[in-house]
Every structure is written in C-alpha cells, then in structure tokens.
C-alpha cells in the first residue's frame, strides 16, 4: 500500500515553455502532498506543501509564479514549471502523506526536468 | 534550530559488515525521526522511523538507536550486502514547523562485495 506515482518520469523541454508534472496517490487518499527539488548529490529541497483545495504553502526563496501548484483531488496534485529555463533543469519528486497517519510521507519516483 | 545534521558524507563498508550512520537534531519539539533510502534516479522510501518515546527499533537488518538527552539518533545495517549500496537519509518533523520534514544531507552507503 501507500504508493504515489508521478507522470511523466522524465521530460525535455526548450526554455520558455512550461511543463506539467502530475502527482498522484494510488491506493489512498492524501490531504497534503508536498513537492520537492533534488539537485545531483544532494538533499531534497522542499518547495512547497500542498493541500487538497486549497492554496499550496511555499518555502522562502521558491516562486510561487513559476511553480505553479494545483491540488485538486485527494489522490492528484500537479505543478506546472511555467517559463522554464536551463536552471530549472533538476529531479522534482512529490510525496503524499496518509491522512490517516499524519507524519508518515511516501514519495514518488520523481521527475526528471531537462531544458534545453 | 530546524537543521538535521547527518554524518558521514559517504561511507565504504564491507559485505557482511555494518554500516552506521548518525544524525544529530537541534529542535526538541521534534518527534518523529525516518529515515530514508534512495537509489539513484528514484524517489526516497521510507525505511524506518522511531518516535523519541523509545529508545531503539529493529525492523529486519535496519535499528534505528534513538537518544533523546543528547539529541541524537543512527540509523545501523546490520550484515550490510551490496544491495543496500545507496544514499540514506535521515529526517525528522513535527514541532513548530508541523508535519514539514527535515532531511539530512544524506550519507552515500557503498557496499564492497
């Protein structure tokens, strides 16, 4: 159980245009779901929490413009990178938690971004 | 105050042997400590997690040991294979800063066959 899937697991894009990754949770719903950035080597970098409804909570330093979140379901939440450039080109991974069981987060196999 | 900091960088371990790793927290409201595994290219799975109420917990090959005084907790591998070769992170949440999750820098594990 607890799985979340991400769609599509990676992308190439030319800069300027935006792209869509979808987020979903598969046999369970999720109230929050939270996005992340993973640079090569290193830690994950949460960028925004996200709950089902409502607006998404961005982290200081992340453009709430640029990342757009959408979280319109309980098991589906996207983000739209809008205007992408080379510097965004990174590993974007969601994660979902059960609502059931509050601190417990299960994450999908993430995104891979490159533009060009 | 919200930082994890995770200890080694990397870490080299012979099969068959054990692999630690430590963490060290500054926030006390903290009160639930995962840990995670990531394989390259794939997103983190949850591995194990302890809640400071108890001092150690073994799932398998995986203990998490848990000092709550000293603000610390390790995550051990017991007969560590190849297999288990990847980057681990520790993590902790709950406090002020609410279900939000702070990772660790993460300690990539390889395991000599």
């Known amino acids: 159980g607890a799985v979340v899937s991400q769609h599509p697991s990676w992308v190439i894009c030319k800069s300027g245009t935006s792209v869509k990754i979808e987020c979903r949770s598969l046999?369970?719903?999720?109230?929050?779901m939270f996005w992340y950035r993973q640079f090569p080597k290193q830690s994950l970098m949460l960028m925004a929490t996200?709950?089902?409804?409502?607006?998404?909570?961005?982290e200081q330093g992340v453009e709430k413009d640029k990342f757009l979140i959408n979280h319109a379901s309980l098991t589906l939440s996207t983000l739209t990178v809008t205007s992408a450039h080379p510097e965004d080109s990174s590993f974007y991974i969601c994660s979902a938690r059960v609502t059931s069981r509050l601190y417990e987060q299960y994450f999908g196999p993430g995104t891979r971004l490159t533009v060009t | 105050q919200q930082q994890v900091k995770q200890s080694p960088q990397s870490l080299i371990v012979q099969k068959g042997g054990i692999s630690i790793i430590n963490c060290a927290y500054e926030n006390t409201a903290f009160d639930y400590f995962p840990w995670y595994q990531q394989f390259p290219g794939k997103g983190p799975a949850l591995l194990i997690a302890?809640?400071?109420?108890?001092s150690e917990k073994k799932e398998g090959r995986f203990t998490i040991s848990f000092n709550k005084s000293a603000k610390q907790f390790s995550l051990h591998i017991m007969d560590s294979q190849p297999g288990d070769s990847a980057t681990y992170f520790c993590a902790a949440s709950g406090g002020t800063g609410g279900f939000k999750t702070i990772f660790g820098a993460g300690t990539r594990l390889f395991v000599k066959a």
């Open positions: 302890i809640r400071p109420d108890v």
């Open positions: 996200s709950n089902e409804g409502s607006k998404a909570t961005y």
């Open positions: 046999d369970f719903q999720a109230t929050t």
